[in-house]
């Protein structure tokens, strides 16, 4: 098989894409990515356009997964996107709000945010990829989680055959409602554990733990290895590229765009996986113009594409966007690796300073490039609010904090530019995964206390509940550990006892 995906911060580290789905992260810390960015023939488009989402998905991964059947990415798709295990047929259905307005709504699956769009597929493309590398120890994934990730990942990995799956999710920062999503996650494979602290708490505990070599080895003796589900894996990254194909597709299907022109899009982001994934669909050859990326007042990622000084050394805030609240975006690294024209020895040394100071300026040729594809703003709670209220009593279209972080930074772009291309609004949660604030949002004071606040939303704005979430009033909690950073590794050997 052909070793046709490297690390970003050395070319020479070359794995295959079944060693890449397996391992996560590169052994030199890098990220693992396609040693040869593919693009689509130029009837790409119009062929998809005739196809279902699952058929899109086989189109769109077969080009990076060698070793990969294209029946078997059929099957694939069939488990993770048929079988009703979404709530709309589209998959990823395009909404039109106005003439140059679309929103992508990434968030009918069996959690409600849009993580199940990778996270349904990275289970099965993960147990093939061990197959397939012969590999007979049982994997364990490990999962730092800002609320939505863990909730997925636990979804999609329960009882999944030779998979092991704990998730440790920051005390401080996540909902009532996605607490409760995964302290009663059903399955025999899986765990959960509270973290004191933040979520960059949480992550950089589990960085730590798949770097930590005595534990390794531990578990190698009981025949177990570590494994991230988190969104640096090249396996979370590829089936969101899907969705930005499929959202053109159906704009062109539609006649809401003309053949070749372009649109813009708007992305709530944290780690930066969701993004990227639009600019790999760019580069594959997707007709997008403007990256625009949203952020919370957390505004890292804004700071950096104005001014090319990435600086994570500010004041942490626990916002209304918790899936965002987010310092260190990891995936940040693999547009790097891109913009730098594919410099390993750059990236390798910007993420040194990164470990070191908290902070690196990238240089000139890089700044003009992030500025040519990306536009950057921000949010912050009151503003989201605001947003919430607006859509709702201007639209009557109901949407969740982050996708108001992203409705605001594209009311103030399109302000600034002038730029009226068509938009597209991705929508990453359901707004009944957040609903003390939106119902705040709206002007309701007093909250019904538990799960009966779900039923709350709905009296409010005639808006049904999803059913994933309603049927959590029948599931008992099954998780009540909580330990702090430095207990992580024994409750890793706890759980693989
Ligand atoms: C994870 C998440 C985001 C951020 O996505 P990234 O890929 O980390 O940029 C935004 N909104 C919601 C609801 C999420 O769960």
Redesign the pocket.
């Known amino acids: 098989m052909t070793m046709n995906y490297l690390s970003t911060r050395n070319k020479d580290l070359r794995m295959s894409a079944p060693q890449a789905i397996a391992k996560g992260l590169a052994p030199d810390g890098g990220l693992l990515t396609p040693a040869v960015l593919p693009r689509l023939p130029a009837s790409a488009v119009e062929t998809m356009k005739e196809m279902s989402y699952q058929q899109r998905v086989v189109y769109i991964m077969n080009s990076f997964l060698e070793g990969f059947a294209a029946s078997e990415l059929t099957a694939y798709a069939a488990e993770a996107y048929g079988g009703g295990k979404f709530s709309s047929e589209d998959i990823a259905p395009v909404v039109k709000l106005d003439d140059s307005t679309y929103c992508l709504e990434l968030?009918h699956g069996p959690t409600c945010?849009?993580?199940d769009m990778a996270l349904q597929v990275l289970p099965h493309l993960l147990t093939a990829s061990l197959e397939k590398n012969d590999e007979k120890k049982t994997v364990c994934i490990l999962v730092a989680t800002?609320?939505?990730?863990g909730k997925a990942a636990l979804e999609g990995f329960r009882n999944v055959d030779k998979t092991r799956i704990l998730v440790f999710y920051p005390k401080d920062g996540v909902s009532e409602i996605q607490e409760l999503q995964m302290v009663t996650q059903e399955g025999g494979n899986v765990g959960v554990c509270s973290v004191e602290g933040n979520f960059d708490d949480a992550q950089t505990g589990v960085k730590a733990l798949f770097s930590d070599e005595t534990l390794a080895a531990e578990l190698a003796e009981r025949g177990y290895f570590l494994s991230s589900a988190n969104?640096i894996n090249w396996g979370r990254v590829l089936p969101?590229i899907v969705y930005y194909a499929s959202a053109y597709c159906d704009l062109l299907k539609a006649g809401a765009v003309a053949k070749g022109q372009t649109v813009n899009v708007c992305?709530?982001?944290?780690?930066?996986?969701?993004?990227?994934a639009a600019y790999y669909a760019k580069a594959m050859g997707i007709p997008i113009s403007r990256l625009i990326c949203a952020s919370n007042q957390n505004n890292v990622l804004t700071d950096f594409i104005n001014t090319g000084t990435y600086d994570r050394n500010r004041t942490f805030y626990n916002t209304l966007?918790p899936?965002?609240d987010?310092l260190i975006?990891s995936?940040l690294e693999r547009m790097l690796f891109e913009l730098s024209g594919r410099d390993d020895k750059l990236v390798r040394e910007y993420m040194s300073q990164l470990a070191q100071y908290g902070s690196y300026r990238v240089d000139s040729s890089i700044r003009t490039k992030l500025r040519k594809e990306f536009s950057a703003g921000c949010c912050d709670d009151q503003q989201t609010k605001a947003m919430i209220a607006r859509m709702w009593s201007e639209r009557n279209y109901l949407i969740?904090p982050?996708?108001a972080v992203a409705f605001h930074v594209l009311e103030e772009y399109r302000e600034e530019s002038g730029d009226d291309t068509p938009t597209v609004v991705v929508s990453?949660?359901s707004p009944f995964?957040f609903c003390d604030s939106v119902l705040n949002a709206l002007g309701v004071r007093e909250h019904k206390v538990g799960l009966e606040i779900l039923d709350q939303l709905t009296e409010v704005t005639g808006v049904p509940t999803p059913a994933p979430l309603a049927r959590l009033k029948k599931r008992r909690r099954r998780f009540d550990g909580a330990v702090d950073k430095a207990a992580m590794k024994g409750s890793v050997l706890d759980f693989l006892k």
Request: aromatic share 10%; glycine share 10%.
């Open positions: 968030w945010a849009f993580k800002s609320g939505d990730t969104s969101q992305v709530p982001t944290g780690n930066f996986g969701n993004i990227l966007s899936s965002m987010i975006s995936n969740d982050h996708t990453t949660a995964k």
